[in-house]
């Protein structure tokens, strides 16, 4: 996915097509194991510049893509669309245990981290800090035995959560307040109007409609004197 003809470097999401997030998510996740294994293999005494801060660096291309799917998939994405969440979320997951559950790499964080006495610079400290408590938290210290579990566990949840946020999704997306005359008690005429066009776009010409949307449910919320339909 590349934004670089966009303003302020955004992502171009109309010329991004469905078929794309996966060969680019393949290839932004080869990218980023490539510079992962420059680290560990780096012979070099392990410092911030070329431990943490190459560390901090890498998987640019892959946090794009990510990103760009994930924006979609949590707003205007239709079912075929989310369903590539069952593909995507595993190969993050497994991405992302693979680099926090290596081995090699977290030893030269932590020889960097024991040594931490040498970084003068405040926001190194911190980013030193950050990603030594990144990778213990998520399991950098467990036995060969429990990493194992950790990762089957990590893959597990990593097919869950998008269909929870799926489930999510859809039912907001279903959602719909069906209101009469009678119901419009408190709304302003700008409310009222476009819960009257909702309404004719869904073939319910002589009614108003509140949909699961943030701008539709949201000023019915605040301005509705119906508090039983609130």
């Given at each position: 996915?590349?934004?670089?003809?966009?303003?302020?470097?955004?992502?171009?999401?109309?010329?991004?097509?469905?078929?794309?997030?996966?060969?680019?998510?393949?290839?932004?996740?080869?990218?980023?194991?490539?510079?992962?294994?420059?680290?560990?293999?780096?012979?070099?005494?392990p410092t911030f510049g070329n431990t943490i801060l190459s560390l901090e660096l890498s998987g640019s291309k892959l946090s794009k893509?990510?990103?760009?799917?994930?924006?979609?998939?949590?707003?205007?994405?239709?079912?075929?669309?989310?369903?590539?969440?069952?593909?995507?979320?595993?190969?993050?997951?497994?991405?992302?245990?693979?680099?926090?559950?290596?081995?090699?790499?977290?030893?030269?964080?932590?020889?960097?981290?024991?040594?931490?006495?040498?970084?003068?610079?405040?926001?190194?400290?911190?980013?030193?800090?950050?990603?030594?408590?990144?990778?213990?938290?998520?399991?950098?210290?467990?036995?060969?035995?429990?990493?194992?579990?950790?990762?089957?566990?990590?893959?597990?949840?990593?097919?869950?959560?998008?269909?929870?946020?799926?489930?999510?999704?859809?039912?907001?997306?279903?959602?719909?307040?069906?209101?009469?005359?009678?119901?419009?008690?408190?709304?302003?005429?700008?409310?009222?109007?476009?819960a009257k066009m909702a309404a004719k776009e869904n073939g319910k010409d002589d009614k108003w409609l509140i949909t699961g949307q943030?701008?539709?449910?949201?000023?019915?919320?605040?301005?509705?004197?119906?508090?039983?339909?609130?």
């Amino acid at each position: 996915i590349n934004n670089t003809q966009e303003p302020f470097g955004t992502i171009p999401f109309s010329d991004i097509k469905k078929s794309d997030f996966v060969p680019a998510l393949d290839d932004a996740i080869h990218e980023a194991n490539e510079e992962i294994e420059t680290i560990v293999k780096n012979v070099d005494e392990p410092t911030f510049g070329n431990t943490i801060l190459s560390l901090e660096l890498s998987g640019s291309k892959l946090s794009k893509v990510a990103s760009a799917y994930f924006h979609l998939f949590s707003s205007e994405s239709d079912q075929s669309f989310q369903d590539l969440a069952q593909i995507i979320s595993p190969k993050l997951a497994k991405y992302s245990s693979s680099v926090v559950l290596n081995e090699d790499l977290f030893k030269k964080i932590k020889k960097v981290y024991d040594n931490r006495h040498l970084i003068k610079d405040t926001e190194d400290m911190r980013l030193l800090e950050l990603t030594y408590l990144e990778f213990v938290r998520n399991g950098a210290n467990l036995n060969k035995n429990k990493k194992n579990l950790l990762r089957k566990l990590d893959e597990e949840l990593s097919t869950l959560s998008p269909k929870f946020s799926n489930n999510t999704l859809n039912a907001t997306n279903a959602f719909e307040l069906v209101l009469d005359r009678d119901d419009l008690d408190g709304l302003p005429e700008t409310v009222k109007e476009s819960a009257k066009m909702a309404a004719k776009e869904n073939g319910k010409d002589d009614k108003w409609l509140i949909t699961g949307q943030f701008p539709s449910y949201s000023p019915f919320l605040k301005f509705s004197d119906r508090r039983d339909l609130r």
